[in-house]
């Protein structure tokens, strides 16, 4: 996932381009982009979602190229995305031209119910991302982007350039894996078990 938002940033940024990123949120991400010379734009993070107002407001004054949001189970807050946050994210994404990039790492664990932006969007103004690493092995660096399909070939030619391919091994135990169906009742189990550490928290 953390290769995925790399090769987004460098597929659809500039040097000196405006991002939004969540604030708390996590440090890599806001020193990677720092790294390659974008302008990070710090929006506060609640329990419903982001600040709308300070979102509109760098809207209106700086032109953000993207939103990068961790969507459901929130790192740190745990906090997930309503529904209709997400939706006034997306009414903003159309309105002032950003693309929402969807880091949803713990899509294995979080609860059914929890909304995502790109399935509320269908990927128009949305680029998901997700992995592995949260679910199965730690050191499995796998994961997977989804994103508008005008967008494809520009990410696929940055994966290239950049990276070329993800070790096939690795690759190869994911798949059987999710061919056996381990990867679906781990998930299960998992789930099963937050949700009674939950309630008796």
Known sequence: ATQALDIVSRALLQPGDPVMVEEPGWAVEYARLAAMGMRVLPVPRGPEGPDMAVMQRYCETMAPKL?????VLHNPTGYSLSAASAHEVLQMAQRYGFYVVEDDSYCHIAADHAPRVSVLDRLQRSIYISGFAKVLVPNWRLGYLAAPPDL???LLDTKLLSTLSTPTPMEQAL?????????????????????QARTRS
């Open 67 to 71: 939103y990068v949001s961790v969507s």
């Open 152 to 154: 494809v070939e520009r």
């Open 175 to 195: 798949a059987l894996c999710m061919e056996q169906g381990q990867l679906r009742r781990h998930a299960e189990r998992l789930r099963q078990h937050l949700a």
